[in-house]
């Protein structure tokens, strides 16, 4: 991200954690970052695609990927810790499932990372439907359980995030067969 895209993206966070997302204008946005609505323009397509990009996973290299589950757990502890640290802007974004859905959006970045987890060790794997249907159920069902906890119940979930590999009794076995140690 360049300064500029920092700068929007942090002042949408900061006005989401006061408003819902329906509610911050773009020109709200730029006034808090200081940029023009031109210079928001030439980075976003709107103010939902500003959540869009925060919750994109960065380019995995080779020494990222290491050793599959503790890929993905590093994951979703990073994803855990800015979901807490932002609870109202979770509280803030978490009902809006519209397009451009940030919820939609950390979704499609996990369920990426998992593919990637899975493409890495295993190439030779086959999206069957039974694969990409427990895939996404997993995903999905995760992230909802996950901002449940951080919304309502999180010191249970700074509990939950801290044990060492705290995905291996919730990934269904059709997946977990492609990420063990």
Not at 4 to 27: A, H, N, Y
Not at 67 to 87: A, G, Q, S, V
Request: proline fraction near 4%; aromatic fraction near 14%.
């Amino acid at each position: 991200m360049t300064e500029i895209e920092r700068r929007i993206s942090s002042s949408f966070i900061k006005l989401l954690d006061k408003e819902p997302i329906d509610q911050v204008t773009v020109t709200e946005i730029c006034r808090v970052a200081g940029v023009s609505k031109r210079s928001f323009y030439n980075y976003f397509c709107d103010k939902y695609d500003v959540i869009i990009k925060i919750q994109a996973i960065p380019e995995l290299g080779e020494e990222d990927v290491d050793l599959y589950l503790n890929t993905l757990e590093n994951y979703f502890r990073k994803r855990y810790k800015w979901l807490l640290e932002h609870r109202n802007t979770v509280r803030n974004i978490s009902f809006y499932l519209g397009q451009n859905s940030s919820i939609i959006a950390f979704k499609d970045s996990m369920t990426e990372l998992l593919w990637k987890v899975i493409g890495r060790y295993h190439p030779e794997v086959e999206r069957t439907p039974d694969l990409v249907f427990a895939v996404n159920s997993f995903v999905y069902g995760f992230l909802v359980s996950t901002i449940n906890i951080v919304l309502n119940d999180p010191d249970y979930c700074e509990e939950f995030f801290l044990r060492e590999h705290f995905l291996e009794g919730f990934i269904p076995p059709i997946i977990s067969q492609y990420l063990h140690y």
